[in-house]
């Protein structure tokens, strides 16, 4: 299904995180990330701090 494994480098961080802020997995104003252990066996994370957010992201992002 050739989706995107990569952030493009065009995506603005700042307002990509911003946009999530937004998302309906918001819960007490605090972003919750569904991970997967295994598959067939995720759960929702809600301890990741910005500053965690922001260096996954970067990681995420393609390379020039």
Do not use: W
């Amino acid at each position: 299904a050739n989706l995107p494994r990569r952030i493009p480098s065009t995506i603005n961080l700042n307002e990509l995180i911003v946009l999530m802020n937004n998302d309906k997995k918001i819960q007490h104003n605090t972003l919750r990330f569904v991970l997967i252990k295994s598959i067939g066996n995720c759960y929702l994370e809600s301890k990741a701090s910005m500053t965690s957010l922001r260096m996954m992201l970067e990681h995420a992002t393609e390379k020039e």
